[in-house]
């Protein structure tokens, strides 16, 4: 059997508990034929705090063999949507039980404030688990007329099988309910991958798997390196449908993998370099409030970060005193510290790669009015920065940095607007700030993005999709198009009357 940690939390004076092994068939188990570990630190304080085993491409095997065998066993079609939706609320009532625990843990592991991490990952996590339950005894066909005399159709929305997914660093447990929730509530068995820099909470929420009462095998969990664990389930031939988030790099492997293999399914949710767009009738500043939450929250790592903001010149000057100072008011600190509003960046690299960005907004002429001032002190951390005086040719404002690093222009018109906004590779989401009821409707309709948001900004809800466009992905999560994803849709022809006369005369 694998080990199980107690992992220290100095600020509260107590421990966690969190099982170390691979997460097979309900049991904590070590790898087949591995000693590797992956280490994971504390980013505010740059210390490890745990160790768990590394899983390798034959672990995923076990793994995938325990998905199809409970798939065709004891979930699949062999279980009724009221027993799924039972099971699935019971997990939601045993995570939201354990709200403030889980929180504390990926704040260790990821950094974030301790109440983001309760109150608006793990309390939308929970809510994303029960809107699926809802669904999970409404999963419908169609009847459809060929000939009411001798014939008839219908069609059957059929779990896809097993899943592989594959989740980010940066919501590791929103990202988790994504993933899980519609793909169960269909009847989909699930192998897990957790990003091997935060997999401390996908382990955890194993153990409620069990307390809840799943089947073994219906959701696995194998910490592994991407290199291994993510590219043996993109070319597993026994993997139905491979589902992503991440970066764009990662993702055209995935689908390459997926293609060379099985043609599975596949779903990707990728990279973003988002724009808001502020037109001089916008209330300057509400949209300076929602520009902040845009580029501040979860420290600037999120794919839709609104890292690109357009001013109109009317209101260039204006907007850019308040957008200053109400960023001013971010506070970026250790997550235990209720005064904080942003943690750490994830880890060493995101540290580097984004002071990587900031050095080149400087060189490359960009203007600082904000931040760009490293701290010396221990902790992974970074202030916002904002940059202007910028232009579509810098790397800050093509790259996706995934930071708190905002970069602002100008534009004169609304069609000068909508080009700069859509000038790039990227379309995963976009925002507008206007009182123009009439150009709020135009420009949300020109605007080269999956999700835009009208005077608002980077708010989600689980009964709406998102997903990207271009370089940003394919397919939907949430709402009642993320069910297609985990679904096949099977035609049924029936014939009830007509006599076939063979052969067949001309």
Known sequence: ??????????????????????????????????????????????????????????????????????????????????????????????????????????????????AVARDFDIGDSIQCLRYYAGWADKITGQTIEVDNKSKMAFTRHEPIGVCGQIIPWNYPINMWSWKVAPALAVGCTIVMKPSEITPLTALKLSELVVEAGFPPGVINTVPSLGPVGGAALSAHPDVDKVAFTGSTITGRKIMEAAAKSNLKKVSLELGGKSPQLIFESADLKQAAAWSALGICYNTGQDCTAGSRIYVQDSVYDKFIDILVSTVKETVIGDGFDKSTGGGPLVSKAQFDRVWGYID?????????????????????????????????????VKEEIFGPVLSIGRFKTEEEAVALANNTTYGLGAGLHSTDASQCMRVSGLLEAGTVWVNQYNVLSNNVPFGGKKQSGIGRELGSYALEEYTSIKAVHWNIGEKLQWPLSL
């Open 360 to 396: 080149a907004g400087k060189a490359e002429g960009a203007k600082v009015v904000l931040g760009g001032e490293r701290r010396n002190t221990k902790g992974y951390f970074v202030d916002p920065t904002i940059f202007t005086d910028v232009n579509s040719d810098m790397k800050i």
């Open 1 to 114: 059997m694998a080990h199980t940690v107690k992992i220290p939390v100095p600020a509260l004076n107590k421990e966690i508990s969190v099982s170390t092994g691979l997460f097979i068939n309900n049991e904590f188990v070590p790898s087949v034929d591995s000693s590797e570990v992956i280490q994971c630190f504390n980013p505010a304080t740059e210390e490890v705090i745990a160790s768990v085993v590394a899983g390798s491409a034959k672990d995923i095997d076990v793994a995938v063999a325990a998905a199809r065998t409970a798939f065709k066993t004891t979930w699949g079609k062999n279980v009724t949507g009221w027993e799924r939706s039972r099971l699935m609320n019971k997990l939601a009532d045993l995570i939201e039980r354990d709200a403030q625990e889980l929180a504390e843990l990926e704040t260790l592991n990821n950094g974030k404030p301790v």
